[in-house]
């Protein structure tokens, strides 16, 4: 059978908890990034964005914060459920010649236990 | 809800032969994207089509990879020969605004090719 993301770090949080989730971006010129939850044998599937021109927003029990100085982001999921285990993906725009790109980073694997 | 749709969702092949992907993105959506994901990895961008006409392939190897968009609506990805290293997951996305900031990307639920 398929075995998803062996290769993944993984974090395992019970359920209740709040998770973070951390990804370091390259390209200091991004403007824009994109937090990514992708279930298994499924596409990716948008949580919440953020421009660089702000280093925090809050959507329902998902907080993205944005620190460029270190080039990091970090996904805060409250009271973590079930249904939150998945591979999350940061994402950022970079702007190349006439179009914009979508780069992902590495994943981050989030097990919940009930 | 509209979504992305994408055939087949599983494909096994030989070596050698030749594979095609088909990807209907959302109505109206202008630019539709190719993306390939190896396991345990990010997506990675094979192609972007602005409705017909192909906007940036650079990451697709054209040796062996062609797309096409037609008509600017759906859409098919072929590999010919496939090679072992093409096991994958191949994802089609479309977002859609007609200019090329396109930022919020719609997914398909992939297609899962396995080379033997």
């Known amino acids: 059978g398929e075995s998803v993301g062996l290769h993944l770090p993984t974090l395992s949080v019970q359920e209740g908890d709040n998770s973070i989730i951390n990804c370091a971006y390259s390209?200091?010129?991004?403007?824009?990034f994109i937090w990514y939850k992708q279930e298994s044998g499924k596409g990716p599937q948008f949580i919440i964005d953020?421009?660089?021109?702000?280093d925090k927003r809050q959507g329902q029990r998902v907080t993205v914060l944005l620190n460029k100085t270190v080039k990091h982001l970090s996904l805060q999921i409250a009271a973590t459920q079930p249904g939150d285990s998945a591979v999350y993906f940061c994402?950022?725009?970079?702007?190349?010649?006439?179009?914009?790109?979508?780069?992902f980073g590495s994943g981050t694997r989030l097990l919940v236990r009930p | 809800e509209a979504e992305v749709a994408q055939s087949p969702r599983y494909k096994i092949t030989e070596k050698s032969q030749a594979v095609a992907f088909w990807c209907d993105p959302i109505?109206?959506?202008?630019?539709l994207y190719w993306y390939r994901q190896i396991l345990g990895q990010g997506p990675e961008l094979l192609v972007q089509f602005q409705d017909e006409s192909v906007v940036d392939d650079s990451q697709l190897p054209k040796d062996r990879f062609s797309a096409e968009r037609l008509k600017g609506v759906d859409s098919t990805l072929k590999i010919q020969p496939a090679e072992l290293g093409d096991s994958a997951m191949y994802l089609c996305a479309s977002s859609r605004l007609r200019d090329l900031i396109s930022y919020e990307q719609y997914f398909g639920p992939g297609t899962r090719l396995t080379v033997t």
């Open positions: 390209n200091s010129a991004s403007d824009y």
């Open positions: 994402a950022e725009f970079i702007r190349m010649d006439s179009s914009y790109k979508l780069i």
């Open positions: 953020i421009r660089s021109n702000m």
């Open positions: 109505s109206g959506h202008a630019t």
